[in-house]
């Protein structure tokens, strides 16, 4: 079993910024994937950021160039920088583990609300 815990949410004014973290316990594994995820009410949940065991990210193109996904192997913890906030970006944030080989992603944090006013 793996347990994901995120923290750092919050209200933010536009154009401010907020540091999200996930802490990771359990059985974490060296080459899983983490990522970020984030639902608004009445919208789909979307891929937000990932980051692979090497390093690679991989960003949705609305938050490219605004926000920084980041991991430490060591801590077992995943964070997401998130820049220049606007009003779109306001959702519940969900920390997530996607083991190697697998289609999807297995494990999920309960979520962190970020809002943005304008």
């Known amino acids: 079993q793996v347990q994901l815990v995120e923290s750092g949410g919050g209200l933010v004014q536009a154009g401010g910024s907020l540091r999200l973290s996930c802490a990771a316990s359990?059985?974490?594994?060296?080459?899983?994937?983490m990522a970020w995820h984030r639902q608004a009410p009445g919208k789909q949940r979307e891929l937000v950021a990932a980051i692979t065991s090497g390093g690679s990210t991989n960003y949705a193109d609305s938050v490219k160039g605004r926000f920084a996904i980041s991991r430490d192997n060591a801590k077992n913890t995943v964070h997401l920088q998130m820049n220049s906030l606007k009003p779109e970006d306001t959702a519940n944030y969900y920390c997530?583990?996607?083991?190697?080989?697998?289609?999807?992603?297995?494990?999920w944090g309960r979520g962190a609300q970020v809002t943005v006013s304008s």
């Open positions: 997530a583990i996607k083991r190697l080989g697998a289609y999807d992603y297995g494990y």
């Open positions: 359990g059985s974490i594994f060296r080459l899983d994937t």
